[in-house]
């Protein structure tokens, strides 16, 4: 992925255009990964880069595919989840002096790394596979998803 990020924007055709001038376009990517190895797949980022006052502002909205696993019944599944955020990559000016991005020199702006730290923020900490899933059965570990035992069915 690091060979050929299609996450590698370039900006630089905006820099000279008029404040308010923006071109929107998507970035599909089969797959990405983070340092911690959490893997999204089919991921669609809708990306909108925006000149304005103090520089470039990218705007992502972005959906992906993660395999979890369900915390009421452990059955796989793939969860989709959703992020969106805004960067502004400023000019480095003096009235830009406190901005914390500058825009590089080559007008080449990398959103692979904040594009996984959103996603990561979005993994959801007790992933369902459906909210009305049913569970295990504590007595006998029957997934009642799939049918009742015998304890589930005294209680019925
Ligand atoms: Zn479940
Ligand atoms: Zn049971």
Do not use: W
């Not at 019944?73 to 000019?91: N, T």
């Not at 080449?108 to 923020?121: M, N, R």
């Amino acid at each position: 992925m690091n060979e050929n990020n299609l996450f590698r924007i370039n900006t630089g055709f905006l820099i000279n255009q008029t404040v308010g001038a923006y071109r929107e376009f998507d970035i599909d990517a089969p797959y990405i990964e983070d340092e911690s190895k959490n893997i999204f797949e089919d991921v669609l980022a809708t990306v909108r880069i925006s000149r304005v006052q103090q520089g470039i502002l990218v705007s992502v909205k972005a959906t992906a595919k993660i395999e979890t696993s369900c915390c009421r019944c452990l059955e796989p599944f793939q969860q989709v989840i959703s992020c969106e955020f805004d960067e502004l990559y400023a000019f480095h000016l003096r009235q830009n002096a406190d901005a914390d991005v500058f825009l590089p020199e080559s007008g080449i702006v990398d959103i692979l790394p904040l594009l996984l730290e959103y996603l990561t923020i979005e993994i959801p900490i007790k992933p369902l596979c459906d909210e009305k899933c049913r569970g295990l059965c504590v007595e006998c570990g029957q997934n009642l998803n799939l049918g009742s035992c015998e304890h589930s069915a005294e209680k019925a």
